[in-house]
């Protein structure tokens, strides 16, 4: 079953917590702190499998976790890091932030992978915080959260080739003609509602691979009629063959069906209007087509190229074909949006900031937010720690700046507290 659209969520594995212990061997008096960092979390990681058509597998599945890092032991040992969770998907998906919209990855490679939810930093053991001051802490960090997101993937057909055009024009027929591919053909609207890829062989050895895109019709850039399904499969071809009833079979202009499908092009997106076309002119072997056809070529003249044809026949399609074979070499491909990796340093952001809401002081940030998530509550000195990060981050000091007085209740993340001065 061929699904192009799925919505998971992924997660990063949390990285393990550090261990707070102390070396106690025989003969080394005051062995000081020994406790190990936590493992690192593992990543999301997702891997282009050729062998994989579609996104059926995330219909019965759609939450996906990588493995938490484990603790740290004592002897300094650290513990192991969790292993990372590889995600297979086909060739063609792009992969969106479901808030956002934003493309994380465009994977058209063989092979290709991209970290898509990175694996949580492990906590640091109490050995490592200490100093000369304090020289057997009695505290530990906590591992920080994986990153976590709700995705959209999107499959976008990898083709060189894509036949558009209204429904029950005849493109179904035509791949069937020319390639190996079996679709299914009847005298009825939207017959295809998936598109067929089939790999066309033209001449020594010179093969391409021809998609038939599902009908498209008036107000498909809108959505109207599955259009956005339909639309997203053309964005890959480099060149559209624009299939025509130029017989007018079903009572329609062949001159507005055209200019029809164009303008949907255009409005959904400005590029595909500029993509290469070649028109067939389809079902040559019904009466009303030359007379259609002649007013076609009046129209158009030199600016397109028109192929006579009839799938039913077979009249036509391999002129077409070679027309398409000599032609592919010429066009480069366009570009592919390559995942990015974003790196945010704390500098560039806000280290805090505090709103007031039904009376409480809330502190939020993403620096003061991770020392929270490395902070073990249940530990008084660990606790010390963190109201001496807030106060060295200038917490207090803005707190009293936005008129905190003693006894006000302060939040940070899910802990509220009273503000002392």
Same mark, same amino acid.
């Given at each position: 079953m061929f699904f192009d659209k799925a919505k998971i969520f992924v997660k990063g594995g949390d990285g393990g917590n550090g261990m707070v212990a102390y070396r106690r061997e025989k003969y080394i008096p005051e062995g000081g702190p020994y406790g190990g960092d936590g493992g690192r979390g593992g990543d999301v990681i997702f891997r282009v499998d050729e062998g994989l058509r579609t996104l059926v597998d995330f219909r019965y599945q759609r939450h996906y976790k990588a493995e938490k890092g484990e603790n740290g032991g004592s002897k300094n040992m650290h513990g192991r890091s969790g292993e990372d969770l590889i995600i297979r998907v086909p060739m063609g998906t792009v992969v969106k932030d479901a808030e956002t919209g934003e493309v994380l990855a465009d994977l058209v490679d063989p092979g290709q992978e991209t970290v898509i939810a990175k694996g949580g930093r492990g906590g640091r053991g109490n050995s490592r915080f200490a100093t000369a001051q304090n020289k057997a802490p009695g505290f530990a960090e906590k591992g920080d959260p994986g990153e976590e997101h709700w995705l959209w993937l999107e499959l976008k057909l990898i083709a060189d080739v894509g036949l558009i055009g209204f429904p029950n024009v005849g493109k179904s027929t035509i791949i069937s003609r020319v390639s190996a591919a079996k679709p299914k053909i009847a005298d009825y609207h939207f017959t295809t509602l998936v598109p067929n890829?089939? #790999? #066309? @062989?033209v001449g020594d050895g010179f093969s391409f #691979? %021809? *998609?038939d895109i599902p009908g498209l019709i008036e107000g498909a850039h809108t959505g109207a009629g599955l259009g956005h399904e339909f639309l997203r499969h053309t964005e890959r071809t480099r060149l559209l063959i624009h299939v025509i009833d130029i017989a007018g079979a079903e009572e329609r202009d062949p001159l507005e069906d055209y200019a029809a499908i164009n303008r949907e092009l255009e %409005?959904?997106?400005? @590029?595909?209007a500029r993509r290469k076309q070649l028109i067939a002119a389809n079902k040559m072997d019904l009466p009303t *087509? @030359? *007379?259609?056809?002649?007013?076609l070529q009046a129209k158009l003249g030199s600016t397109a190229e028109i192929f006579p044809v009839s799938a039913v026949s077979g009249e036509g399609l391999d002129a077409l074909?070679?027309?398409v074979a000599r032609l592919l070499p010429e066009i480069e491909d366009e570009p592919i949006v390559e995942a990015v990796e974003k790196i945010t340093k704390l500098e560039d952001v806000p280290r805090f900031s505090i709103t007031r809401e039904d009376g409480i002081f809330i502190v939020s940030g993403k620096e003061i937010e991770l020392h929270f998530d490395r902070t073990d509550f249940n530990n008084e000195e660990s606790v010390r720690r963190f109201q001496s990060i807030i106060r060295l981050m200038g917490i207090e000091d803005a707190l009293r700046a936005e008129g905190a007085k003693e006894g006000d209740v302060v939040r940070i993340k899910d802990l509220e507290f009273d503000f002392m001065d």
């Open positions: 890829l089939g #790999v #066309v @062989k #691979v %021809l *998609a %409005l959904y997106n400005p @590029k595909l *087509a @030359k *007379a259609n056809l002649e007013r074909m070679h027309r």
